[in-house]
């Protein structure tokens, strides 16, 4: 069994701007053919709960990728498909750390994670936290059940 960060895990992915908080490695096993294609996992960072910092180094999938599919997964045809993701663990990382990565995903947002609040006032209550759950907390309290709580309405 490979081994990997322990959840949940901030996600952050700085070529594009993304930020999740993941609470099982099963929601991450689901991806579509050009994600694949295109090796977006591996653009992953993953902060755990116990102070490790892990990237992808790998993604694995029984589909089989031929010239046609990729041509077709830009197109027409982008299919859902079952991925596992391997992790290297990089080290530990400090809250100083992973508080910078997070206010880099709120300043580059378009829009998503300051949905409902403004980047201000979202980095101010990250600075405030002391620790991996403070941060967690937050980031549900101010970036994710606000939007979830407006989708239910």
């Given at each position: 069994?490979?081994?990997?960060?322990?959840?949940?895990?901030?996600l952050?992915?700085?070529?594009?701007?993304?930020?999740?908080?993941?609470?099982?490695?099963?929601?991450?096993?689901?991806?579509?053919?050009?994600g694949?294609?295109?090796?977006v996992?591996?653009?992953?960072?993953?902060?755990?709960?116990?102070?490790?910092?892990?990237?992808?180094?790998?993604?694995?999938?029984?589909?089989?990728?031929?010239?046609?599919?990729?041509?077709?997964?830009?197109?027409?045809?982008?299919?859902?498909?079952?991925?596992?993701?391997n992790?290297?663990?990089?080290g530990?990382?400090?809250?100083?750390?992973?508080?910078?990565d997070?206010?880099?995903?709120?300043?580059?947002?378009?829009d998503?994670?300051?949905?409902?609040?403004?980047?201000?006032?979202?980095?101010?209550k990250?600075?405030k936290?002391?620790?991996?759950?403070?941060?967690?907390?937050?980031?549900?309290?101010?970036?994710?059940?606000?939007?979830?709580?407006?989708?239910?309405?």
């Amino acid at each position: 069994m490979t081994s990997g960060p322990v959840y949940p895990i901030i996600l952050i992915d700085n070529s594009s701007g993304y930020l999740d908080i993941i609470y099982d490695g099963e929601d991450l096993t689901n991806s579509n053919v050009l994600g694949l294609v295109k090796g977006v996992h591996k653009n992953f960072i993953a902060y755990d709960k116990d102070g490790l910092l892990w990237i992808v180094d790998k993604v694995d999938s029984h589909y089989k990728i031929t010239g046609l599919t990729k041509i077709l997964a830009h197109t027409v045809y982008n299919p859902q498909i079952k991925v596992t993701l391997n992790w290297t663990k990089r080290g530990e990382y400090t809250l100083k750390n992973l508080k910078k990565d997070i206010n880099k995903q709120v300043d580059s947002d378009d829009d998503i994670i300051t949905q409902f609040n403004e980047a201000d006032f979202i980095k101010r209550k990250i600075e405030k936290c002391d620790s991996f759950s403070e941060i967690v907390e937050e980031l549900n309290n101010f970036v994710f059940k606000e939007s979830e709580n407006e989708s239910l309405n």
